[in-house]
């Protein structure tokens, strides 16, 4: 079904998606779930409107299990690449769930340069929508050291080698559990690194060690939660998040960092990784930027 996000953001092809799409279908964009048709019907009207903006769009890599479809596209133009996931669960040709996560940073920068000489040229884009309510916990994991967490073989989706699930489940505690050292190992043979559109490294590893330590140091008392790996021969899509204490004016703000983060493999090792995490929503739902 990702096809149909390729048909409509390539060749303006609304009637492929509308298609696939029920009235009950749920259309995640900016941390936001959409309903029905009009709502529908909207975001398809932004994305064309989006992708005026840009000259090409690539999908850059894919991972399919079962009835679950996931990619990541980069929307290019000459001056900037601008980077989104997209995640379909469909069944009998027919969309049940299309999750979005946009580097929209990047996207409203670039829409912004767009716009008429003298126009406000701010981290901000008019259609965005606003996230959903969310409430969240005051979970300290440094109060709770025996508690057990989630890892990797507990919400696997597809087939995947025992190899596989040990690699990821090395690349979950290098995330999750600040394991510098093993970065050495996991990603040895990294082609491309990226976060949002802003790649953090080509090759070998020291331009991570310095990502994770800066997560390590702005977000307080972190803790990380996996909440759905997809992973084909492939390819993997982990969608986890982020929960922490961000310093503001007002003082700690605890938060929530969704981030979807796409992975692709060569011979077990991890050859290109794209991590996605959409600045606006998160701009809108705390009221202060994200801090990195």
């Known amino acids: 079904m990702l096809h149909t996000i390729h048909q409509l953001l390539g060749k303006k092809d609304t009637k492929t998606l509308s298609r696939a799409l029920l009235h009950s279908s749920r259309w995640l964009l900016g941390e936001r779930l959409h309903y029905g048709p009009i709502q529908q019907r909207g975001l398809m009207a932004n994305w064309l409107d989006i992708t005026t903006r840009y000259e090409t769009v ?46 929209s940073a990047s996207l409203a920068a670039h829409y912004n340069t767009k716009e008429a000489s003298g126009y406000d040229n701010s981290m901000s884009l008019p259609f965005w929508p606003e996230p959903d309510p969310l409430q969240l916990s005051e979970f300290d994991p440094q109060l709770h050291l025996q508690t057990t967490h989630a890892g990797i073989c507990d919400v696997i989706e597809g087939d995947a080698s025992d190899a596989r699930k040990g690699m990821l489940s090395d690349w979950w505690q290098i995330w ?26 080509e090759s070998a590893s020291p331009s991570i060690v310095s990502w994770l330590a800066q997560l390590e140091g702005k977000l307080h008392r972190r803790y990380s939660q996996l909440e759905q790996v997809v992973t084909d021969e492939n390819s993997a899509l982990v969608r986890w998040r982020i929960d922490a204490d961000i310093k503001s004016e ?22 290109r990784e794209y991590w996605v995490i959409d600045a606006l929503a998160f701009e809108k739902r705390f009221a202060i930027p994200l801090p990195f």
């Open 176 to 201: 999750q559990g600040f394991d510098v050292a093993g970065i050495e190992s996991v990603y040895e043979t990294i082609d491309h690194f990226s976060v949002n559109s802003a790649v953090v490294k």
């Open 250 to 271: 007002n003082g700690l703000i605890r938060v929530r960092i969704p981030i979807a983060s796409m992975l692709t493999f060569a011979q077990n090792k991890i050859e």
């Open 58 to 103: 690539e999908l850059c890599a894919k991972v399919q299990s079962g009835d679950v479809e996931a990619g990541v596209f980069c929307l290019s133009s000459a001056s900037t690449n601008t980077y989104f996931i997209a995640q379909c669960e469909h069944r009998n040709g027919a969309i049940k769930q299309l999750l979005q996560w946009v580097d």
